[in-house]
């Protein structure tokens, strides 16, 4: 062999052996993230939230079975692939956490501060309600299609603020959501981060929130992970039930529109 | 605990639950610890020291028992998946030791017969760290031993 | 005394043997963590658990905190049939026990 066929063959190997160590990184993570699918705690969340939607409680001593999250009152087959939705009864477009508490209060008599009161459980001894419940509707649209129609003119409006949000720099950093999520190939240090401008991006992102985070050791839903993303570009608290939140999701699940609603799921 | 369901149990093969649970000396609730909880094995430093705790010694590497289900690179070591399976005839017991943590021994499994001797569970990992498997069979110790890297994770998923 | 929420247990026949999957609720606080006031969060572990199958025991373990959160097991026994009972029973570190029941499917 002439030199420089040499030289181009170890160059040829080094590259081949970089290439195969970093495709062997992302498999193994892969592989992590599979076998942690077998077993996931949120099935413990799903339980408790269906227990929740059936019993009696709040000073008006009724239950969930009375709250329409969008397909009729007590309907949660296929509900959350279908939210956020304009709902007329409350004037706005609601997600499933905002239409939880509208129901907490007009349904079973709380006051919305003590509804709203504990949004992100930590531990067994404040274990969050609103979570449960969300796990519980959310796991009864898995293998439904995401079909969020923007029908209604509140509805456009929704997903148009969102949009904007989602371009929106700002915070000490001038960070917008686009920042991280707007491009390929973009990760944080071992995590990929997912393209939520490209369908496939959007779809796969959505679909697998409310999520077991193994790193919290607790169920979050979409309103957390929005709320922690807010506090990791260091913008100021993204309210709970927020027409902020709502327009955001509104945004993110219509783009995840055909995507199969596989939640609730388990990420790091 | 209901009459119907201790009926059932008892016609269900002659043994109660409360048989069982004296036999294998649970405690009535209310006292300080699992009765039979080894806890020198559990606060063992060295792999040489848990066996010892746990009543043996010496134990040999062994091919015959290996890792399934088990990722070489956990992005959080909150949960790391490990799976152990024996291949050692007359397996007893299997335990799971993780070097680097501040006590070893993370789990004993006792083997009756007629149960496979493979198993998998979730342990916590402080820190990338060799993942020992600790078999005892027909009153002998073996090991096999896997490196899992943990990740210090980035802020999204 | 049962406490907690209750575990999510899965038997089913693979072959001739019954493989069973469980999900527990509980904390596993190894007890080196500190909470927001800088105190540490005291141990509070399960120790000890039992399945059995038709009352006879098909697994015994030991765990210490280094079991994960919620901890998941996952295990396989010769025999068993369609609504066979599996019960798993947990004791953890401050004498809390808790039992439960699922049929083979």
């Known amino acids: ?188 240090r071992l995590q990929d981060l997912p393209n939520l401008m490209k369908t496939e991006g959007a779809q796969k992102a959505y679909t697998t929130w409310p999520a077991y985070r193994v790193s919290q050791g607790e169920l979050r839903t979409f309103e957390w992970r929005l709320y922690d993303c807010f506090r990791q570009q260091r913008f100021p608290e993204l309210v709970y039930d927020s027409d902020a939140a709502i327009a955001l999701t509104t945004y993110l699940a219509h783009n995840a529109n055909g995507g199969v609603y596989d939640g609730p799921g388990i990420k790091r | 605990m209901d009459r119907g369901r201790r009926k059932a149990l008892k016609s269900g093969g002659g043994l109660t639950l409360a048989t069982l649970l004296a036999a294998a000396g649970w405690l009535p609730p209310g006292r300080a610890q699992a009765e039979g909880w080894n806890k020198s094995a559990f606060e063992a430093h060295s792999l040489g020291e848990s066996v010892k705790a746990l009543g043996g010694s010496d134990p040999v590497q062994s091919k015959d028992i290996e890792f399934f289900q088990t990722p070489e690179i956990a992005e959080n070591g909150a949960v790391v998946p490990v799976g152990v399976t024996s291949r050692i005839p007359k397996t007893e017991s299997i335990a799971i030791l993780i070097e680097k943590n501040p006590n070893m021994l993370a789990a004993v499994f006792d083997i009756p017969p007629g149960t496979e001797p493979a198993l998998s569970t979730r342990v916590k990992m402080a820190q990338t760290s060799n993942v020992y498997a600790l078999v005892k069979a027909d009153g002998r110790y073996y090991v096999a031993a896997k490196e899992i890297k943990v990740t210090l994770g980035g802020c999204g998923g | 005394m049962a406490i907690g929420e209750p575990m999510k247990i899965r038997a089913a026949l693979a072959g001739d043997q019954t493989e069973v999957k469980v999900l527990m609720n509980h904390e596993m606080e190894t007890g080196q963590r500190k909470d927001a006031q800088g105190q540490t969060i005291p141990a509070w572990f399960i120790q000890s658990v039992m399945a059995t199958w038709n009352g006879k025991a098909v697994l015994s373990a030991q765990w210490g905190t280094a079991i994960a959160k919620n901890p998941f097991l996952s295990f396989k026994f010769k025999g068993g049939a369609k609504g066979d009972k599996i019960l798993i029973h947990w004791v953890d570190s401050r004498g809390d026990q808790r039992t439960d029941e699922a049929v083979i499917a």
């Open chain 1, 1 to 188: 062999m002439t030199r420089l066929s040499w030289l181009a063959a170890l160059a040829g190997m080094a590259c081949a052996s970089l290439a195969s160590a970093q495709t062997s990184t992302t498999d193994e993570i892969a592989k992590y993230r599979a076998a942690l699918q077998d077993g996931n705690p949120a099935e413990l969340w799903e339980a408790r939230g269906e227990a929740l939607w059936k019993a009696k409680r709040g000073p008006k001593q009724v239950t969930f079975e009375g709250c329409d999250v969008g397909k009729g009152p007590g309907v949660v087959k296929g509900a959350y692939a279908e939210l956020p939705r304009y709902f007329a009864d409350a004037d706005r477009v609601m997600d499933l956490e905002t239409r939880l508490v509208w129901c907490m209060v007009r349904l079973q008599g709380y006051s919305e501060a003590d509804a709203k009161k504990n949004p992100f459980g930590n531990g067994s001894d404040k274990r969050s309600d609103l979570e449960a419940l969300t796990a519980y509707v959310t796991s009864e649209s898995r293998g439904v299609k995401m079909n969020v129609a923007l029908g209604h003119p509140k509805e456009v409006e929704a997903y148009r603020v969102g949009e904007k949000l989602f371009y929106y720099r700002g915070g000490t950093h001038d960070f917008a959501c686009a920042t991280c999520h707007g491009e390929d190939g973009k990760r944080i």
